[in-house]
């Protein structure tokens, strides 16, 4: 489909490594992995999978308003987040539930937001620095611009101590490579050499359209223009994922400026459960890529390595008690108190919003007093 | 107190140079501020004092200035961007209104945004187009913004100080045809706090009110009724979001009758805020509807034309004696 000879792939479809010049900069950062975090990536795709349709299922029972699938695209995820160390800043779009939860974000808050109670209000001191998500398609990528401008004038960039230099990392789609938003975020980073990783995630399609309406040339090549290095890789590869996010935040926080990845993948279900895929999609297309799964293939590569049953039998027990644990909670979810309406507009006290706060506090109890 | 006679724009560079030495997370940011000190020279020697991490000359894109401001405030700056042109504000709008002023509520209150976004604005200067709009509106009718707009010298110095140390998102309009008229400049006065309106001349008859370089053709339609027998009172807003409406009902409670005036077109606009709040707060004190005095509800003409559209002192006293004769 849309794989170039320039796509990176560290691991086959069969689960294999992939030993040749391109992949050669890249296995040794692989090789440096210990073996509990090759089980983490595993154990991470597993479960936001499983967590994933449990939401999705509680979106069709009612209890969501709205559900983001992330189905397929949990190599491209989990191998990126895990490249980021403790004092990178994370700025996702609103997919990238498995990242949140990587950085230690209960994505029980992303429930809590679809089903219709925050706009998201974590703090992204008390989740890794990972950003609250941004529904405004590619707004985001400014700001982790400019977060990355002031890490810069900070001097925690180049200084070759590791527990110092920082970058930041934002994700966004092959639909927001259109905005103006992501290619001014690519200029300013350019020009200010910003410590920072643009990480796209082309599943190939903008709710209905095909990221050919988007780009007639791969998206991989654009940044080129601006100045950025790029590469493109095989986005359903959790290594190639982990490998190249992590030598681009390397070069970022070592002060070589700015990186954009490519990560080919593709969106398994839904754009949202507000959609159709059926009315603009072909079944082969589907297929195409559920044969390079992910999940599957990863889960090849570790048995390949040794790793047997057990694993994945815990690995299963703890996705769908992870899946339970959602749905007992959703369930036991409550309302905010209409207070929420007006708190928090301002950091500074503002007359007007507490005077209409006031007004429908009194409003409110005139029907609680007409109603006892 | 010391007072020194300096012009708006001046008193403006002090104001920021003042900031930027007292908190050294306040930044600049924006299209030729740096080198050429802006267009209007608002941050003239300011790049040199302060270096360029402090006084960025950004490149050419104003969503990508306030984008950036918005991540380097995440970083926990103080980021003060300028907009060249009031006509130019539109690229940036999107991460004004969607996101600069949305986001400490996203968050909950845990993070602040403390970035001002200043806007040279309004006419009188015979530009060309989209170098003469007052936009102003746009932004008072957002939730999460706060926007203010100084018509002396002393408030720029002030109110841009003041607008630096909000804690919130703050739109300081700048009425650029008031940047080189002299004024004086109390360097070491109290400050009238930022979102309070004022009396600016005390009269009896009709209040005007209006905000930016409309105070000035208001002070001087005052003084022109003031030779033909009538007392007027004048209210500089000063702040447009929030409107602080206290010396309005206070001053209409005494004349009875209101004028609003704006370079703003007068649909939907502040003026017409104004309007409907003190009907709605001094109904029994008016004994005339509230007038309106504004630029027209047309895109702004071009420059040999702008005469006829902005409200000067013959409108305004035209609204005046319409008001008194209701």
Known sequence: MSYTEATVQLLSPQGSLVESDATAPYLPLIAGLDESRLLDFHRQMVVIRRFDIEAGNLQRQGQLALWIPSLGQEAAQVGSGYAARSQDHIFPAYREHVVGRIRGLDPMRIIEMLRGLSHGGWVPEETGNFHLFTLVIGSQALHATGYAMGMRFDGVVGTGDPEVDAATLVYFGDGATSQGDVNEAFVFAASYQTPQVFFLQNNHWAISVPVERQSRTPLYLRPAGFGIPSVQIDGNDVLASYATTRAGLDAARAGEGPRFIEALTYRMGAHTTSDDPTKYREDEETRFWSERDPITRYEAYLRGKGVGDDFFREVAVEAEDLAADARRRTLALTDPPTSKVFAHVYTDAHPLVAEEAAWYSAFEAGYEEAGS | ?326
Not at chain 2, 44 to 58: H, I, M, P, Q
Not at chain 2, 60 to 84: D, F, K
Not at chain 2, 258 to 278: D, K
Not at chain 2, 289 to 307: C, H, I, M, N, Q
């Open chain 2, 1 to 326: 107190m010391t007072e020194r006679m300096m012009p708006m724009a001046k008193a403006i560079n002090e104001g920021l140079r003042a900031a930027m030495t007292a908190d050294p997370s306040v930044l600049l940011m924006g299209e030729d501020i740096g080198t050429l000190g802006g267009v209007f020279r608002v941050t003239e020697g300011l790049k040199a004092e302060f270096g360029e991490n402090r006084v960025l000359d950004t490149p050419l894109a104003e969503s990508g200035i306030v984008g950036t401001a918005i991540g380097l405030a995440m970083r926990g700056y103080r980021p003060v961007c300028e907009i060249q042109f009031d006509g130019f504000i539109f690229p940036g709008f999107d991460q004004i209104t969607s996101q600069l002023a949305k986001l400490t509520y996203r968050h909950e209150g845990s993070q602040a945004f403390p970035v001002v976004i200043r806007v040279p604005y309004g006419g009188h200067i015979g530009a060309v187009e989209h170098h003469q709009e007052s936009p102003e509106a746009y932004f008072a009718h957002t939730a999460g913004l706060r926007v203010v707009s100084p018509a002396t010298p002393n408030d720029g110095y002030w109110m841009i100080q003041q607008a630096i140390a909000s804690n919130d998102p703050v739109l300081f309009f700048e009425p650029k045809s008031r940047y080189w008229q002299k004024g004086e400049v109390a360097d070491d006065g109290v400050p009238t706090p930022l979102h309070q309106s004022r009396v600016v001349r005390t009269g009896t008859q009709v209040t005007l009110v209006g905000h930016g370089a409309m105070v000035a053709q208001l002070l001087q339609a005052a003084e022109v009724a003031a030779g033909e027998g009538t007392s007027v009172e004048v209210i500089d807003l000063r702040s447009l979001s929030p409107i602080d409406f206290a010396p309005i009902l206070a001053s209409v409670q005494k004349t009875g009758h209101l004028v609003v005036a704006q370079e703003a077109p007068g649909n939907v606009s502040v003026g017409s805020e104004i309007a409907a709040t003190i009907a709605e707060r001094a109904f029994f004190s008016l004994e005339a509807p509230v007038l309106r005095v504004s630029g027209f509800d047309t895109p702004f003409p071009p420059a040999k034309l702008e005469g006829a559209y902005l409200p000067d002192v013959d409108r305004i006293l035209e609204a005046v004696d319409r008001s008194l004769a209701y």
